[in-house]
């Protein structure tokens, strides 16, 4: 099965700074990873996903990069804020699978103001 | 409002003593799966369901059953509770194979302490 590895397990960045949290999956069928922001206490929250067919997105201070050869993508956050702070996770999986996510094992971002 | 519903949301049980986790959501969502969250694991999946009366075992599927015999609701059971099964548990919910991205919807989770 699919396994999900991410780096780091604990960032700490000055506000203002770029954080970046990578992760590397194992099966070369998966072709779907969404990254996902869990407050404390919460649920996890979607902020960004890929698929295989681009090699990078962004969405305002947040993009996120795929190298299918490689079978690693990485999570950029730019500007950050004390609000970026949180667990981050990564996931990959096969699209329209029912099997859904495999979660990598997360990173607690710490924004320091 | 799209949802997904975990009840209850916290719960402390015994060694042993037979407890549900209900999960309902109301998008009629075709796949629909239960995750466990333990610190420096991330969440695994336990089982998950791709339509009425069809069930797969997860990453971890030992000591849990589920059941799906309605689109709507997909619960959790712990025959058996153990120590070892006290964790945050997450239900979700995504449309199925018509949905290429797979955007999963995750309940509000239902903390479960096992003594």
């Known amino acids: 099965g699919e396994n999900v590895e991410q780096h780091p397990s604990t960032l700490s960045v000055q506000e203002g700074d770029s954080a970046v949290i990578k992760c590397t999956y194992s099966?070369?069928?998966?072709?779907?990873f969404p990254w996902y922001k869990q407050e404390l206490g919460k649920r996890p929250q979607l902020i960004i996903d890929?698929?295989?067919?681009?090699g990078e997105k962004k969405d305002q201070r947040i993009a996120v990069t795929l190298n299918k050869t490689a079978k690693h993508f990485s999570l950029h956050i730019t500007e950050t804020q004390p609000e970026d702070s949180a667990v981050y996770f990564c996931?990959?999986?096969?699209?329209?699978?029912?099997?859904?996510?495999?979660f990598g094992s997360g990173t607690q971002l710490t924004v320091l103001p | 409002e799209a949802q997904v519903t975990q009840n209850p949301r916290y719960l402390i049980t015994v060694t042993g003593k037979k407890l549900t986790v209900t999960c309902s959501q109301n998008?009629?969502?075709?796949?629909m799966s239960w995750y466990r969250q333990d610190p420096g694991l991330g969440l695994r999946q336990i089982y998950y369901?791709?339509?009425?009366?069809?069930?797969d075992k997860g990453d971890v599927p030992e000591g849990y059953k589920v059941s799906r015999k309605e689109k709507r609701n997909f619960p959790l059971i712990l025959e058996s509770p153990s120590p070892n099964q006290t964790s945050l548990y997450f239900c979700?919910?995504?449309?199925?194979?018509?949905?290429?991205?797979?955007?999963?919807?995750f309940g509000e989770g239902s903390w479960l302490t096992v003594v």
């Open positions: 369901s791709m339509n009425v009366e069809v069930t």
């Open positions: 099966d070369s069928a998966s072709n779907y």
């Open positions: 890929i698929r295989s067919n681009v």
């Open positions: 996931a990959a999986s096969i699209a329209g699978s029912a099997r859904q996510l495999t």
């Open positions: 979700a919910s995504s449309l199925g194979p018509r949905n290429s991205g797979n955007t999963i919807y």
């Open positions: 998008m009629n969502h075709e796949y």
